[in-house]
């Protein structure tokens, strides 16, 4: 368990506790029960699509296709469930599925056709949008199950079901991510692929795996999307993907690859989601709520990047012997 | 009176009066539109704020940026339920993904009233709708097109807003106007993405690709601007341009001869009249049901007529009229 | 079946060709047991294209591989490794961002029954195997933390770990000091005893010659000198590996005169120097002799400016200076040749004239505009002194050979007429005839009256090359020598003396 | 002169040529002046903006944040002409001296904070948005200025203004590629800071110009988008960044830095817009244009990915020999 909860998880839970701090300080509503469990609903689309995301960078990779492909799953769901009368119990199954290969092909084509995921999911993001707006004639598609709804809204034991997908997925993928060796060899093509080559990792499978499970957990995004709000819609999960990016990145994954820690994207995805609670709970305009989160990214990656110059600093200022072993 | 006499909702679709139970002195409303991103819900708002500061009430609004955001403003929904609102006045692009919500809200006690909409049967039962009947709106400037521009074939092109409720009955409105008239041929019909951008390249668009359109019909002024730009640019000064909402900037493109006509639906006064039946809802002396704001065509003389009053404008006119 | 004269491996008639050239053509080795094996060559010659092959990294044209006298097929890493190949890779094969012990076992993590990585048993039997090679790193350390050297063993520690029949080190000890390259030889020693298969490929002839059993040369892709056909001396491989005499190995020329051209006095920096004292003349050659580690790149990043001094001063023409950064050093008139020219060197998506231009263009430049016709006619003209390629101007650098890409790191510092060069491992890497080359670059530029400084772990190379020679130890600089009154074994003795003595002194302090 | 023109520019020429030919046999509306003229202001903005764009990625790094600044810019420009009642001849000059001053705090919070671009760009997407909000309630600013619409839509000696700008600004950045120092050092950057560091060339401040340069090229399309549309908004410039930098990645420069001809990404930008064109032309709704765009994305990285296995599997299929010279 020490390798799952390591030092890399200090700063981001650090960073949350002071947000979380700083917001109930401001507004004695946020730390009512009610408020409470309601931070799991709201961070949960976020946060599961955020470990795709956040496995792929560990890959040295980047999707920017999540948001896009929410819209359109949402939309295959929806015609599923709508239009040709699937019940629920296959359809969740075969759209978690669709993720999964949509994401698979994504990582073929990165892989296997040598072109950067960056250009790949770009691609992507502009045509998954064009293909959920060929599903009925690019209207939204409503009401769709009775079912749906309580995925996203019912409770066990009092506790928000949405808490209990992270509990699940976050648990799989930081043991994954720890204690497999496709975890292992994840971090090594993103620490450096040539050399994963030539330890007899298949480089590119890997590649391709971590799209495949990146689309896959963005199907489990869009079934929470879709039951939040019942509906299907080409436009739904905009900028989705860089939520998703964000709350990596603030969780203090490297975008080059290699280095990382999974459950601090959780912490990352939290501190997003408390900073906008607080904002919401003080009225606050969007302008705010956009200028905030921009400097919240910053300053995360920021904070990670001067670590060492800052850990000198505070170490002079508080007296420290300033000869300390550097890192 | 302060409103309209409100019309029943369908059956089922009231949520009981008596059961809203306001728990400040001092009444604390959300005013959560679908958006920021459009002017509209902002005049609908500023009418909101000074019937609020007339009456002593508190009032704050809640809105993602981008109307196309559900997700987000369902957050803020959910959020704000959290708190001890007393009434929640709402618009929305998606009332199938609000309806939980809203649902829980009226189970709290909290008067809850839907504006810009004529739906008379949301998902599930409110205390009372504001707004304009968006088909009537449009059916109207198409029965003006009729009158003013008919006689002859007439080609019209049409920007639509993203698909939803409000574009569609707002565009299948101006369609029944003309419908069974044979003068007019709906010829071309794109997506705008209700903004002055998306507008204006589909304006470009359509009028590259169908050069012969008499009138282009859009789903918003916004809209309908960009397409003025788009008109003007290929020097087609001699084509009609409808829109739809009367919010202060298209009435003043009007009034500057840009674009020829607009529905206009005074969102400061139906912002004033939503305030005034969620204060009664509080108080339990609004008998619930769909409160109609009026609505008319304006051209260029009208829209002149309308700036020259701008007390009941947001905002306020760039000029004196 | 098996007997002793059956090889362990045999390659025969083994083709390969890339788009452009025939790497390696109807090559043949056979590797016996308990022997080591040498492959040489010069710079593209094939030698790293048929160890590819040989790990099932890529497969070959044409050939047959032989195990144990019966036809296999290599398909993969993963084969070779089941096959008991372990390979040493000339690039880097480290994972910088994990630890030591992840390292040693990627691709082959122990797991418990469940599946899962048994993390206890990968940090002990990484402990286990350093310890074996006698080799202090930590398995929980992350590699990328380590020195040069360090990592170069860590890589080494992967073929290790394996337990293989047959190990492939291309070029191991170009990151190595004289202590580590003895003791990476005392452990090859061991392993032969032990029956291993080694096959040995390395450009530092002079430790080729101490520790393989036979040799293999190629020659442009061919087999020019099969195992046996040459004699284990330095002069023999060197004439089989560019088919004839190169003349003298290291024609040094005196020209140093009393002038001291650089004087550094009591440098220290965070990054390690601890005591710098030294003055450079004119047209001299000092070159810095020290272990592995005992920070003579530091000493060079000092005096660049790129580590700041914390302690110290510089004198340079007799007035002092202060180089807050690179660009400061630069324009007094200061060059580094960094060790690593493909990471830290070259630019890859220029050809020669821009990377030969780089450290010059605000004196090709009028208004910020560039004279296009001075940088074509000093990038011709350099390019026929120094012989480099024809190709240079052609294509892109990353075609080139490595001792063409070194020859155009340092006419750089020709056309920037810089007039104190510290050249870091400047033959790292490259083959006999392009060292020569590289030497005879050092005399033109210390004949007119340029001063160099020397960094080379090749002791032969540095006693031969330099007038005179500072032992660093732990960042310090102990004393300064005449090259001629030092022998190899003394510098040997010099640079690890009082090792222990000094790092109680520097706790101490 | 053959510097400029160089082979970097054959494939993307080639590219615009056959979709031009293809466009063209699809409708016959494509090939009349009215439309010919018409695309040079289809393209102008995204094609401007697009320069800094491939600045930027040549010293590899990237932009996303200039759809945002557009916004932002659009609504600065709005504020000093409609409130300010600034003239347009201060305006301008001021709103370009806005944007490349924006442009040089991303750049050297990039260069001296050493933050991946990736991060401070999004960042600002997110926040310059959120600033743009700020102004006028987030609402739109209409009819600015009479003289700002002739900007984009007045011609001289009846071409279209946009295609000066075009000319002029191509020009000038062609020219500061090729011939200059700071083009040569934005190369070295892009191709190996390490070894730049050590050449003497002064990395950071090479970093931070080409996003002030970005900037620049953003405020010059801020400028015709408000000219266009006679207004400012917070919402314009939607994912103008990801279309700038498909036209940069679609004319092959490659986001690894160091390789790639300007020109070559005007020739990107163009076969973008001629694509868009044709399919409005053919009155396609916009679900088939994403699409479309997507694809072509994908096909334009791959076939420079795959360009020596397409050129070998050419010459095998026309019988040359197999041991060619490789390029
Ligand atoms: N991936 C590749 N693609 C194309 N050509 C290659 C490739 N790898 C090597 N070559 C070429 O094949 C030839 C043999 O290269 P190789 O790396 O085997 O030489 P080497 O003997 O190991 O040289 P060195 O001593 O410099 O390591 C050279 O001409 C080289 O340029
Ligand atoms: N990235 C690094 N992080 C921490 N310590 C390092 C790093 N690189 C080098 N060192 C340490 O700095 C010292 C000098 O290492 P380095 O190998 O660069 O020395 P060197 O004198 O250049 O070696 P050589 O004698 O082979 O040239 C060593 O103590 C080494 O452990
Ligand atoms: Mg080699
Ligand atoms: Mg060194």
Sequence with gaps: ????????????????????????????????????????????????????????????????????????LTMILAQMLKFMGLPLIFALPLILVVGALLGLGLGLITAYGRIPSFITTLAALIAFRGLALTFNN???????????????????AGIPLPFFYLLTFYGLAAFTMNFTKLGREIYAVGGNPAAAVLTG???????????????????????????????????????????????AVVGGASLAGGRGNILATFMGAMTIVIVQNGLNLNAAPSSVQNIVLGLIILLAVGIDMWRAELSSLLSSVFGKSASVKGG | EDYPAPVPMMDGAQAAIDAITPKNETFRIAYMPPATEFNYYIAVGEGIKAIAAEQGAEVFMLAPQSGADINGQMGMIQDVLTQDVDAIIFGTHDEFAAAP?????????????MINSDIPNFPTPIHGVVGYSQRNGTHKIADWAIETYGGEPVKVGIIEGQPGYHSTERVGGFLDGIEGNEDFEVVVSI???????????????????????????????????????????????????????????????????????TVNTSPYLMGQAAMHATLDALEGTYPGGWIETPTSIEDKNGAIAVLQEPEKLFPLPSKEY | MTSDTTPLWEFADISKAYPGVLANDKVCIKLMKGSIHGLLGENGCGKSTMIKTLSGVQQPDSGRILYNGKAVQISDPLAARDLGIATVFQEFSIVPTLSVGENIFLGNMPRSRLGAIDWRKVNSESARVLKEMDVNIHPEAITGDLSVGEQQLVEIAKAVAMDASMIILDEPTAALGEEEIEQLHQLLRNMRRRGTAILYVSHRLDEVERIVDEVTILRGGRVVSAAGETEINVSEIVSAMVGGDVGEHYPKENNATDDVVLRASGLRTKAGVSDATFDLRKGEVLGLGGVLGSGRTEIARALFG???????????GGSPVKFRNEMDAIKAGMALVPENRKTDGLFFNFRASGNITAASLAEISKLGILDLLTEADGTERLIDELEISAQAEAKTVNFLSGGN????????????????????????????????????????????????ILISSDHDELLAMSDRVAVVQHGAIKKIVAAKELSHDDLVRASADNIEHVSKEQLAS
Excluded: C
């Excluded at chain 1, 690019?138 to 066990?156: A, H, N, Q, T, V």
């Excluded at chain 2, 739809?244 to 001869?257: H, K, Q, R, V």
């Excluded at chain 3, 790129?306 to 340079?316: A, F, K, Y």
């Design chain 1, 1 to 72: 368990m020490k390798r799952i909860f390591d030092a890399q998880l200090i700063g981001p839970f650090a960073a949350m506790v002071i947000v979380t701090l700083i917001v109930a300080m401001t507004t004695d509503r946020f730390l009512n029960p009610g408020n409470l469990s309601n931070l799991f609903l709201q961070v949960s689309i976020v946060a599961l699509i955020a470990i795709g995301a956040t496995v792929v960078i560990f890959a040295a990779g980047i999707d920017l296709s999540s948001g896009s492909m929410v819209a359109l």
């Design chain 3, 306 to 316: 790129v580590d700041t001094l914390t302690e110290g001063s510089v004198e340079l």
């Design chain 3, 405 to 452: 890409q070194q020859k155009i790191v340092i006419a750089r510092w020709l056309f920037a007429d810089a007039q104190v060069l510290i050249l870091d491992e400047p033959t790292q890497g490259i083959d006999i005839g392009a060292k020569i080359a590289v030497y005879k670059l050092m005399n033109t530029l210390t004949r007119a009256g340029k001063s160099i």
């Design chain 1, 201 to 247: 990792i298949n480089v590119r499978k890997v590649q391709a795996i971590t799209f495949a499970i990146a689309g896959f957990m963005t199907a489990v995004g869009a079934v929470l999307m879709s039951a939040r709000l019942n509906s299907g819609s080409p436009n739904y999960g905009q900028t989705l993907e860089l939520q998703a990016i964000a709350a």
């Design chain 2, 191 to 261: 997506p705008g993405g209700w903004n002055v951008e998306g507008g204006n390249t589909a304006g470009m668009d359509i009028l590259q690709s169908h050069p012969d359109l008499d009138v282009i019909f859009a789903a918003n002024d916004y809209m309908i601007i960009g397409a003025s730009f788009a008109a003007k640019a290929l020097g087609r000064s001699d084509i009609a341009l409808l829109g739809n909402d009367g919010d202060t900037s298209g009435l003043e493109e009007i009034a500057a001869g840009n674009v020829t006509a």
């Design chain 1, 138 to 156: 690019g209207s939204p598609i409503f009401s769709l199950d009775p079912g749906l709804e309580p995925i996203f809204y019912g409770k066990l």
């Design chain 2, 101 to 113: 919500l809203i649902k829980k809200a009226v189970d709290q006690g909290i008067a809850v009233l």
